[in-house]
Every structure is written in structure tokens, then in C-alpha cells.
């Protein structure tokens, strides 16, 4: 069974930083790539980062410049690290990744979630 386990969130002030981890088991992001997700009280979840299995990422135009994905393939576990935090960024964030079928086909919708990490900024 595919487990994505996440860690790193916290409260900080605004202008901090945070690092997120997402750490896959029985499941290898090389394969389908993978993606952060959050969502704030009331809000609908957003689709916050993509890694994509060729490495490539795509950031939402609202945390461009300030969040970055990336890839540990020896652990098997992708991070955004969080910088310039603002007091809108407070959400529970989530990690996300979708089945592989073989022969890199991939699920168009997200199977697989991590239960979800806690990011508080304070202004």
C-alpha cells in the first residue's frame, strides 16, 4: 500500500521559512512525479507545485519565486522549501501523487495523498 508521509510544518512569522517533506512509501516519484496541494479554512484546495517525472516543475503564479520543489531520488522524498512566508500562504499542505500504470502511464486524477502538514504564518 502507497503511503505518502509528510513533515515540517510549524508557525512562523511572516518573511520566515519553512521546509516541507514528503517521503513516499511503495511508491517512487520518478515515475508519475508528484505535487503539493493546501488549503486554507474556507477555502477550496489549491494546487500549490508540480514535479514532474522528467524533473521539471510548475509553480502556482502565487508562491512563484519564493517556494521550490525538488527531488531527493536516493530518499525518495520531495521537499518545497517555503521562503518570504506571508500570512496568506497559512494552510494545511498536502503531498500528492498519482498511480502508475507501467510504461510510464499515469492516473490523470491524484490517488495518493499524505495526511497533511500544518503551515501557520503570523503577520
Known amino acids: 500500500q502507497v503511503q505518502l508521509v509528510e513533515s515540517g510544518g510549524g508557525s512562523v512569522q511572516a518573511g520566515g521559512s519553512l521546509k516541507l517533506s514528503c517521503t513516499a512509501l511503495?511508491?517512487?516519484?520518478?515515475?508519475?512525479?508528484m505535487s503539493w496541494f493546501r488549503q486554507a479554512p474556507g477555502k477550496e484546495r489549491q494546487l500549490v507545485s508540480s514535479m514532474r517525472s522528467d524533473g521539471s516543475s510548475r509553480n502556482a503564479d502565487s508562491i512563484e519565486g519564493r517556494f521550490t520543489i525538488s527531488l531527493d531520488n536516493a530518499a525518495n522524498t520531495v521537499y518545497l522549501q517555503m521562503n518570504s512566508l506571508k500570512s496568506e500562504d497559512t494552510a494545511v499542505y498536502y503531498c500528492?501523487?498519482?498511480?502508475?500504470?507501467?510504461?510510464?502511464?499515469?492516473?490523470?486524477?491524484?490517488?495518493?495523498w499524505g495526511q497533511g502538514t500544518q503551515v501557520t504564518v503570523s503577520s
Open positions: 500528492a501523487a498519482r498511480q502508475h500504470y507501467g510504461a510510464g502511464v499515469c492516473d490523470t486524477n491524484f490517488d495518493y
Open positions: 511503495r511508491y517512487m516519484f520518478n515515475t508519475c512525479g
